[in-house]
Structure formats: C-alpha cells, structure tokens
C-alpha cells in the first residue's frame, strides 16, 4: 500500500470511528429526551428507562448500516480475530485506543452541539436537570459497580453484532441491533462510548457547581472502570464463548 493510499485507509477509519461515537451520542440524547419527565421521578423511574430502551437502539443500527467502527463492537470483532490468529496482540490494542479515542472525538462534538445549540433549555431547564443529574450518579457508582455494569452492558452489545453478523438481510440486520439494545438500555447497564456523551454533556451543564461531577470523575470514576468492564463482556462472554463453543460443535459434527 503507498502512501496515498495508506493516508486515505486511516483518515476514513478515524472518520468512520467518529461518527459511530457521534451515532450513540444522537441516542443518548434522543432517548434522554424522549424520557426526562418519567426520569425525573423516582416513581416513574423504570418507566423511564423503558423509554430509553425503546428510542436508544437506533444508534447502533446507525452504526451497523454504516459499517463504522465503534469500540465496545469491536471489542468481539477484533477479538475474534485475534483468537483465529489473523492480526496480532499490538495490533488489537493499536485498534482498541485508535477507535476508542476517535469515539471520544465524535461523541464530544455533539455534546458541544448540543450544549451551544441550548438544547438542554427546554422544558424550562427540566431536561438540563436531567441531564446533570445521569452524569452525576454515573461518576457516584463504586468502581467494581461500574466494573460489573459494563461487563453486563457489553455481554449484550457484543451478543446483538454476533447477530447482526448472522443475518442475511437489512431487517435481520436492524431486527439483531434493536431488541439486545432494548434490553441493556431498558437494564440501566454501563456504555463506555455512550458515557462519553452522557458525562461530558453533565459536565459541562453543570459549570463546576458540582464538585462530584468533574472530568476527572468522568475519566476515573467511570469511563475506567466500564471500559474494562465493557472488555471483558465482549471479549470473554462473547468473542471467546462462540468461538470456542462453535469451534466445539464443528468438532462434533464432524464426527
């Protein structure tokens, strides 16, 4: 591969990334949207959340139509890759940072959008409230609570892309996406790459009035702990379950 070509593959990938951060910040703030009222009340709480869940799979239905790379997919993808030995450990981890950071850049660039847009005004400032109020129970969770969130979280996600990957058409495809997603946005699990909407956009609403909710807390109370949780949800109970229990029922087969 010359150069040319070589610039163009990386610039399309950190692109493609990007957008796919981008793809579940528009969920997030969808489905905050479209829930912060029954949210807002303890006794309308679960309700809530399974608003979220219904309006929050379209992000990763962006993604998968799109072909973009998001992180906690492609925790299963290359990790699967890895196990049938076609790239190496560095070039996993090389992948891993490279699509997490790019998720990062895309995710930030809605929150700013809708920040300055003063989207979170509406409601009479109920939605900003809201909003706040997400960021600051996720940086609040312990880091084995946040651990364990994100191994459940990615369990699932990483499940609905071995699906979409089993589908042979657009409605299998959209069908595989929406209904795991329901169910781990209805749970309340822990998304690294969503995080990085839900925190930041918190972060920067609040303006420093709440001393919990920094972007120290972000990085270490949170993004830390469910990222690695996210990886072992994928990677083991998913990359590593099929591939080995496939690999298994091949071997019966054959005999």
Not at 149 to 178: E, F, H, P, Q
């Amino acid at each position: 591969m010359n150069v040319k070509k070589y610039l163009q593959f990386q610039i399309g990938f950190y692109i493609s990334a990007a957008l796919s951060g981008a793809f579940i910040a528009f969920a997030a703030q969808g489905s905050t949207m479209a829930a912060y009222n029954l949210l807002a009340n303890p006794d309308t709480y679960g309700l809530g959340r399974l608003v979220v869940g219904i309006v929050f799979p379209v992000g990763l239905m962006f993604v998968v139509m799109t072909n973009s790379h998001l992180f906690t997919g492609k925790v299963y993808v290359i990790g699967e890759m890895l196990l049938d030995k076609k790239i190496q450990l560095r070039n996993l981890l090389r992948d891993w940072v490279l699509i997490y950071i790019w998720n990062f850049v895309g995710a930030l660039l809605v929150v700013h959008l809708i920040y300055y847009s003063d989207h979170l005004d509406f409601s009479n400032g109920l939605l900003k409230e809201v909003t706040i109020k997400i960021a600051l129970h996720k940086v609040q969770l312990s880091f084995l609570s946040a651990f364990f969130l994100g191994i459940l979280c990615n369990w699932i996600v990483c499940l609905a892309i071995y699906m979409t990957r089993k589908a042979s058409d657009t409605v299998g495809k959209l069908l595989s996406c929406y209904f795991p997603i329901f169910l781990f946005a209805t749970a309340g699990f822990e998304h690294s790459i969503a995080n990085m909407y839900y925190i930041p956009i918190g972060v920067i609403a609040a303006a420093g009035s709440i001393p919990e909710l920094t972007w120290g807390t972000c990085f270490f109370n949170n993004l830390l702990p469910v990222t690695l949780g996210n990886i072992v949800g994928g990677f083991l109970f998913v990359a590593m379950a099929h591939y080995y229990s496939e690999k298994f029922l091949k071997l019966l087969n054959e005999k």
